[in-house]
């Protein structure tokens, strides 16, 4: 590197020069991209290794158990400025998400210390936490001997940090102040609307903003184009079709999944008025514009429908939409993002989540040096890194949402993204009542729904059986 290169960098380190402006700079003086980036993030690793005694486990080796995940594959890139950093060695195994959570259940209710840390998601911590497998992070997180100054803990987006700590009491509130932290936060999904720009426009629809007009919208649609439906959510028997766009309107209605009794016993709250209006407006939306197949529809084909033009509009992940922009997808390109608030009379959009997190093992032997992997993967650096190199979409560091650089580049390709999150973060949390029977609980909420839809149950009679349901399984556990 020469002197001029050298300099721009000390620049940028120093503060005197933004990311954004750093880049520009470096590639007048003829470098690419792509190697500028390189640099500044080699540059941004050994300013790190200067505040913090990085090296204090080196020879070290930690195991990691990982999802097939564009997160994955953003830590893999940048883990060779980790390892020299440190003087670890890292070694992981990746799967894919089918046989994914088999493999944690069955490492970690065998007590097996072969992983250090892992992925997961922050409903899993449910089972987890109470089950003696994982490690409360807060004992490394609030220890300044182990954790490096510009870790920056309150960077992390309220509503996603608060949603991966909980007390392990049934029905206790995330984020409370005696919760655990079970896991850190990774990347996050929110829930609103990807849709097909030109299918809008060539049907003269206007995007919906609740959901009187997404169901009016989505049947528009559908006939203003030949061959196509007009709105994608998911149908599948599983809990994973209940915590996307679902709960998301669901929630924005002010509804919740269970009450909680001031003595802690919890009830079924699926079958108030209001949430048989809701449950009505949603089977009509997707008995009139959904998918033929809905009930079979996963993550999987509601991406692929938008992705393959055979979908106008998805309610889900949001970061589902950004991968179907993009890559050897039929509509790349064609896409755009709106933030949707389900009720007319809500300030904004409430977002249930989802959210990759990190966990250490409480049968790990290296828990220390863990902790050191944990903390530089879910650090500001690789954030911004991953964010600004990678397709680590979406951060939950509020740093890494402020960098120029990284708004620009989404704003570039995918209109009205940044926006969309920008209106939605404040709202975006876990809105599910933590307790141990939820993976039962609302894969029986995902069956119900086929049923109404599938007009085998009116949606009022539907909603007050699966209520008796639940309320019954919650007495028997010991829960309500």
């Not at 990311?19 to 500044?40: E, F, K, N, P, Y």
């Not at 940090?161 to 932290?181: I, V």
């Not at 989505?218 to 679902?246: C, E, L, M």
Request: hydrophobic fraction near 40%.
């Amino acid at each position: 590197m020469y002197d001029k290169e050298k300099g721009l960098i000390a620049a940028y380190r120093r503060g005197s020069m933004s990311r954004r402006s750093l880049l520009r700079a470096l590639g007048a003086l003829g470098m690419s991209t792509a190697t500028a980036s390189v640099l500044v993030n080699a540059s941004a690793t050994r300013a790190l290794a200067q505040d913090f005694d990085w090296k204090k486990h080196s020879g070290t080796g930690i195991k990691l158990l990982l999802n097939k995940h564009p997160y994955t594959d953003a830590m893999i890139a940048n883990l060779e400025n980790f390892k020299a950093m440190t003087g670890m060695e890292v070694t992981y195994d990746v799967f894919p998400e089918d046989v994914y959570f088999d493999k944690v259940t069955a490492a970690l209710s065998s007590g097996s210390s072969e992983y250090d840390a892992f992925m997961t998601g922050a409903y899993m911590t449910w089972t987890y936490g109470p089950a003696g497998w994982i490690e409360d992070l807060n004992q490394w997180i609030m220890d300044d001997s182990k954790t490096n100054p510009n870790y920056n803990w309150d960077d992390m987006l309220p509503g996603v940090r608060a949603s991966c700590a909980w007390n392990g009491r049934p029905g206790g509130a995330l984020g409370s102040e005696d919760a655990k932290q079970w896991c850190i936060p990774w990347g996050y999904e929110q829930n609103n609307l990807a849709y097909n720009a030109g299918m809008m426009e060539k049907a003269g629809v206007a995007v919906p903003t609740n959901l009187d007009e997404l169901v009016e919208a989505a049947a528009k649609v559908q006939a203003g184009n030949d061959g196509i439906y007009g709105i994608g959510v998911r149908g599948s028997r599983s809990w994973a079709t209940i915590h996307p766009g679902f709960l998301s309107g669901y929630a924005n209605f002010g509804q919740t999944d269970l009450n909680v009794s001031d003595d802690g016993m919890l009830s079924a709250a699926m079958n108030t008025d209001v949430s048989k209006a809701f449950h009505a407006q949603w089977v009509k939306m997707i008995q009139d514009s959904g998918a033929s197949d809905w009930s079979t529809h996963t993550w999987y084909q509601v991406g692929t429908d938008l992705g393959a033009g055979k979908s106008a509009m998805i309610y889900d992940a949001d970061i589902l939409g950004y991968f179907m922009n993009g890559g050897d997808n039929a509509m790349a390109g064609q896409l755009a993002y709106a933030p949707f608030a389900a009720n007319p009379d809500a300030a904004a959009p409430t977002p249930n989540i989802w959210i990759w997190s990190l966990a250490m093992s409480s049968f790990s032997a290296n828990k220390d040096a863990a902790w050191y992997f944990l903390q530089w993967a879910s650090g500001p650096e690789h954030g911004l890194f991953g964010a600004s190199q990678m397709d680590f979409v979406n951060p939950v560091r509020a740093s890494v949402w402020a960098d120029a650089g990284f708004r620009d580049r989404l704003s570039s390709s995918y209109p009205g993204y940044v926006e969309m999150h920008d209106v939605s973060a404040p709202g975006a949390s876990i809105k599910f009542t933590a307790q141990p029977l939820f993976f039962d609980l609302t894969t029986e909420w995902a069956a119900s729904l086929q049923k109404m839809v599938a007009n085998e149950v009116p949606v009022d009679e539907g909603l007050d059986q699966l209520a008796e349901s639940v309320n019954r399984q919650l007495k028997e556990a010991g829960l309500g």
